[in-house]
């Protein structure tokens, strides 16, 4: 999204592989962007000035201004953006495949840092793909460390960041990621539903129905699909597809895995099914995936 409003209007730089930044300063009137972004890619948006406005398909809406993070890595639940200008920060813009050596070089410099790369998905898949980091502790020195860089540094510093953020989420305590309640939603509900969310991580492979899910909730089956899409930011089809071919992706990159083996493995009965799906989630069949891989 970020990635083609900026395309001809900052100073961008290829970090290292697979990242690349952004540094930009608009001044023309607020202005719509567009809704797209790439499979396996997201965006970090470190915001100095002005604001952006993301609007989701209920109406509902999630801006991101001065001194935040603004980060994305799914826009099918958006019905539009916006941004507010003067509008000038950073923009990180990260492919998660052509970064993978790139994190495992500083995993390893780092002693051997893990970095749950699939928590990390799954919280912001709880978000809608979109969340917001700040004013918090970490982002304040953050900002505080920007301002005092010279423009030449400012886009490494922001990236070297992002894999922080990355780390911070990947490492935080699981009733931090998956018990938090949505507005108005009862804590015992949040985590009566974070513990089905976790039964269907577990079992992608197998039907996962509505009236299943709603009873080991102990919830009726609209109190469910509510109080699911107000902590997760998604419908529950839409999340388990999402999962489902998240997990596919993973499966595809493991080698002696044939097609099938992976259609079963996400829940599809045959491969002519999985492969239709996986084409209309990633833009290409499972087999040219894998080859790209």
């Known amino acids: 999204m970020l990635v ?20 930009f300063s608009l ?9 797209r972004l790439e499979p396996l890619h997201f965006e970090a948006l470190f915001c100095l000035a002005g604001s952006i406005t993301l609007t989701r398909q209920d109406g509902s809406t999630l801006t991101a201004g001065a001194r935040q993070v603004l980060l994305l890595t799914d826009l099918s639940d958006l019905a539009g953006a916006r941004a507010e200008t003067p509008l000038e920060g950073v923009l990180v813009a990260v492919d998660a495949r052509g ?7 500083i995993c390893g410099l780092l002693g051997g840092l893990t970095l749950d790369t699939g928590r990390v998905r799954m919280w912001m ?17 953050a900002f505080a460390d920007l301002d005092r860089l010279p423009h030449s540094e400012q886009a490494r510093w922001c990236v070297w960041k992002s ?24 804590r015992n509900i949040a985590r009566s539903l974070a513990k089905t969310r976790r039964y269907m991580e577990e079992h992608l492979d197998e039907p996962l129905t509505i009236s299943t899910l709603s009873r080991r909730a102990c919830l009726s089956a609209t ?5 699911f899409r107000r902590l997760y930011g998604l419908p529950v089809h ?6 489902r071919m998240e997990r596919a992706a993973e499966l595809l990159c493991t080698p002696g895995l044939n097609l099938e083996e992976v259609a079963k493995a996400v829940g599809y009965s045959s491969v002519s099914q999985f492969a239709a799906a996986f084409r209309q989630w990633y833009g290409l069949p499972p087999g040219q995936y894998r080859k790209n891989v």
Not at 169 to 185: H, I, K, R, V, Y
Not at 223 to 227: I, L, N, T
Not at 238 to 243: D, F, I, S
């Open 163 to 186: 894999v922080e953020l990355l780390y911070r989420l990947s490492a935080q305590d699981e009733q931090e990621t998956d018990a938090l309640p949505g507005p108005f939603l009862d």
């Open 223 to 227: 109190a469910f699909k509510a109080g």
């Open 27 to 35: 001044r023309e009137g607020s202005c719509s962007m567009p809704l």
């Open 99 to 105: 970064a993978r050596e790139s994190l495992k070089t």
């Open 125 to 141: 898949a709880g978000r809608g793909g979109c969340a917001v980091e700040g004013a918090t502790d970490w982002s304040r020195a």
């Open 238 to 243: 839409t999340w388990l597809r999402q999962r």
């Open 4 to 23: 083609e409003f900026l395309a001809n209007r900052g100073d961008w730089a290829q970090v290292m592989p697979g990242a690349r930044a952004c540094l």
